[in-house]
């Protein structure tokens, strides 16, 4: 009976979790949230949380690759996915995404428990020199540039808008942010043309080694307050090596995973969960105590959930087939619609100055990883004590 009650916990958590990835605005901290204040608390509840955190994460790479939507997490993914699609190569991109999360959470797991001993002599050796790294980084990234003058000018100007929307008080800053830069801009922009339609084409290994190596980046973003997005990880992480399209793919699927995974590591260990999910769920079970449990819940998840994918995946891709300019419209209809139900009128205007630069940046052929200044620009203010939140 009692194993019966847990894996209806579980099924639901797998669903709601399903359901908001689909969703743009709905982030699985708001799902988890809105479940704990009905009063669902306890074991059965931990089932819930790691579920919903599990596929809520592999379902929102769907409306990133076909319709151009992010997350943060995600929010670099709809440069090489929704190039791939024009290329007929969507249902590719969803295969190199479920893969790069399956060898990401594999590969975790081994590393989990010698992370447990790693992080706290690691943590104390890093973070006084965490806003210098970032400086660098963010330095390298604009000198790298095609147009340094234009490059940094979007990279300003982002890291601007980011701030003042990261400091608004809205309920999810991150929608209209990127949605703005992102979905709305590309709508502006767009010229009709045929998607060609969308092959089942073999996986080759040439995403391997990005997936393992994000692994990486998953574990060292869990010790860097603040540079957590795996969007980030990956713009870093591309400086270090060329990354090509399905490597960036791969790269943001197996950070984004892995850093779920650390972030129990983390919690247990130094006591700080760098997702909120983690905090919920810490907050519901001793973290520490059921370290075992959580692990082959969250492994558990993320097979189904993939699974569930790969089985659609060719449904899923004649998502390509829409019309997009008739579709364009219901899009920005329902990014305005969830902007405003979330954020008021503060995220209305954030959007619109969010779509401007979006559509800049493409008119002006400035790469779009420069927009990425709306994360990082705060980040580094904060931790030189600019401004505190």
Same mark, same amino acid.
């Given at each position: ?126 973070? $006084? ?9 963010? &330095? ?32 999810? $800053? ?27 084409? $073999? ?84 973290? &520490? ?101």
């Amino acid at each position: 009976m009692v194993f019966h009650v847990a894996l209806w916990f579980f099924i639901a958590g797998i669903i709601l979790g399903m359901l908001g990835g689909l969703l743009p605005g709905i982030h699985s901290n708001t799902i988890i949230s809105i479940l704990s204040s009905v009063g669902l608390s306890g074991i059965d509840f931990a089932y819930v949380i790691i579920a919903v955190m599990a596929s809520h994460q592999l379902f929102s790479f769907i409306p990133s690759i076909f319709f151009g939507i992010p997350e943060q997490g995600s929010v670099l993914s709809v440069l090489p996915g929704q190039r791939m699609v024009r290329e007929g190569n969507g249902t590719l991109a969803l295969k190199v995404v479920l893969a790069s999360f399956l060898i990401g959470v594999l590969l975790s797991v081994v590393l989990f428990y010698p992370a447990l001993s790693f992080y706290p002599l690691a943590y104390k050796f890093i973070q $006084p020199y965490i806003k210098y790294i970032l400086v660098i980084f963010s &330095a390298i990234l604009l000198l790298r540039t095609k147009n340094l003058v234009l490059s940094a000018g979007i990279f300003t100007l982002s890291g601007l808008l980011g701030v003042f929307s990261l400091n608004a008080g809205l309920a999810d $800053p991150f929608l209209p942010l990127f949605s703005g830069m992102f979905a709305m801009g590309a709508i502006f922009s767009y010229a009709h043309g045929s998607v060609p339609r969308q092959k089942d084409a $073999p996986l080759s290994l040439d995403f391997l080694k990005f997936a393992v190596l994000g692994v990486f980046g998953g574990l060292l973003a869990d010790l860097l307050p603040g540079v957590s997005s795996p969007s980030q990880v990956a713009t870093f992480f591309s400086l270090i090596m060329p990354v090509n399209t399905l490597g960036y793919l791969a790269a943001i699927s197996s950070i984004s995973v892995s850093e779920a995974v650390f972030s129990f590591a983390t919690s247990a260990s130094i006591g700080k969960a760098r997702m909120g999910s983690t905090v919920f769920l810490s907050e519901h079970i001793a973290l &520490a105590d059921n370290l075992l449990l959580v692990l082959a819940v969250f492994l558990f998840s993320i097979a189904v959930a993939a699974l569930f994918i790969y089985l659609l995946r060719n449904r899923i891709s004649a998502l390509a087939k829409i019309d997009f300019s008739h579709f364009n419209l219901l899009l920005a209809g329902y990014l305005v619609a969830m902007t405003f139900i979330l954020n008021g009128l503060a995220g209305i205007v954030i959007l619109g100055f969010a779509s401007c630069l979006g559509y800049a940046t493409i008119r002006l052929g400035v790469e779009r990883t420069n927009l990425m200044g709306a994360v990082i620009i705060p980040t580094i203010l904060l931790l030189f004590r600019v401004f505190l939140k």
